[in-house]
């Protein structure tokens, strides 16, 4: 681990960052140079404490999960993130296995979504980062480990991974799931996570094995949602996919039409903490 290095590099990329970069107010005091340190610690999810420790070169090694934080909370490109993961003593990742690295110009977007529900998914419905309005509808999708990142695992193993639909609609999800599922395994092969996931999900799931049976390849997904929340009820949204083709992520976006009860709803439900699942948590399972 280079600390010297390290903490030029984490300075300098600060400092190159503007806050209308990150979809901050620039205020009326600022005078150093790009973000403040707090200000990147909010955005890579650790303490100020932990982050300045660093660029004062007295931080301890940080693990891959930190530096994975630390790359997206100051939208560093691939090549400045294996840098960075150089720098601080590790390997870079592999490019075919560097799937949860966000592109900057997807966070870009992000940063000025802070008040409707966005996040970052893969094509295994893996979570990568929400905004917070996407918190509160959600919860926190980033924390599952395991077979349990994949939002189709959970849907089939977790009975609170449901609660956010209703019930009337969760037939046709599942079917939904099922279909993303068989799509992803035929593009990626019978090694990939994709395959772990299908091969857990016949061993642990009746619902998801007679779906499977079925060989459902096509489904389009519905550009219409009703999702539901326990403080505000149901809500029809509007549910737009945006597809990063560098990296195969996609950005939902969730929007409700202005005027309607449901947009009432999605303010009030923005404006919430992190929803509280009832389900396991789903932070126990291999690592996919």
Do not use: N
């Amino acid at each position: 681990m280079d600390r010297s290095q390290l903490a030029d590099f984490l300075r300098l990329r600060r400092e190159a960052l503007q806050p209308e970069d990150v979809g901050l107010g620039r205020g009326p005091r600022r005078r150093a140079p790009g973000l403040r340190r707090e200000e990147v610690a909010a955005l890579c999810d650790m303490s100020v404490d932990y982050y300045s420790r660093l660029e004062q070169q007295r931080g301890p090694q940080p693990s891959e999960q930190m530096l994975a934080a630390i790359a997206r909370g100051l939208r560093l490109s691939q090549d400045e993130r294996d840098h960075l993961f150089r720098l601080a003593g590790h390997a870079a990742p592999q490019r075919a296995l560097a799937a949860a690295h966000v592109s900057p110009g997807t966070m870009r977007i992000l940063d000025r979504l802070a008040d409707t529900p966005a996040q970052v998914m893969t094509e295994l419905g893996e979570t990568l980062v929400q905004t917070p309005a996407a918190r509160a509808l959600f919860g926190d999708e980033t924390a599952f480990t395991g077979l349990d990142r994949s939002v189709v695992h959970r849907w089939f193993t977790d009975p609170g991974a449901r609660e956010v639909y209703p019930e009337a609609d969760r037939a046709a999800l599942s079917r939904s799931f099922v279909a993303d599922a068989r799509a992803v395994l035929a593009k990626h092969g019978p090694r990939s996570r994709a395959a772990a996931i299908v091969e857990a999900l016949l061993e642990r799931s009746t619902e998801f094995a007679e779906i499977w049976r079925e060989h459902e390849v096509h489904v389009t997904h519905a550009q219409h949602k009703r999702l539901q929340h326990p403080e505000v009820g149901v809500m029809d949204l509007d549910c737009q996919m945006m597809l990063d083709p560098a990296t195969g992520h996609v950005l939902l976006v969730l929007t409700a039409a202005p005027g309607t009860e449901s947009h009432e709803k999605l303010a009030l439900v923005s404006m919430l903490g992190p929803r509280q699942t009832a389900g396991s948590g789903g932070r126990s399972g291999q690592v996919v």
